[in-house]
């Protein structure tokens, strides 16, 4: 199996462009975004719930991907499996 971590690892966020054209300047991107992700029967979507618009859908074309839905726990020493 892939070793996929659980920590935040992200190099690259991904923002509505309206929201970042948008955005007041007092509040940082991360802030300001109001987005959601799920899967969807292609893949997985990120979807601007200030706007209304589609940031991203990823279609997986029927391959199932390896996956860590485990919840990292800075305080303990057990992982637990995200429900």
Same mark, same amino acid.
């Given at each position: @199996?892939? &070793? +996929?971590? &659980?920590?935040?690892?992200?190099? @690259?966020? @991904? *923002?509505?462009g309206?929201?970042?054209?948008?955005?007041?300047?007092?509040? %940082?991107? !991360?802030? /300001?975004?109001?987005? #959601? !992700?799920? /899967?969807?029967? $292609?893949? +997985? #979507?990120? /979807?601007?719930?200030? *706007?209304?618009? &589609? +940031? @991203?859908?990823?279609?997986?074309?029927? *391959? #199932? *991907?390896? !996956?860590?839905? %485990?919840?990292?726990?800075?305080?303990?020493? %057990?992982l637990? $499996?995200?429900?």
């Amino acid at each position: @199996m892939t &070793n +996929i971590p &659980n920590e935040n690892v992200i190099d @690259m966020y @991904m *923002h509505c462009g309206q929201c970042l054209k948008e955005k007041p300047p007092h509040l %940082t991107p !991360a802030e /300001w975004s109001d987005t #959601q !992700a799920g /899967w969807t029967e $292609l893949g +997985i #979507q990120v /979807w601007c719930n200030r *706007h209304n618009y &589609n +940031i @991203m859908h990823v279609d997986f074309e029927g *391959h #199932q *991907h390896p !996956a860590n839905t %485990t919840r990292y726990d800075p305080d303990s020493t %057990t992982l637990s $499996l995200v429900k």
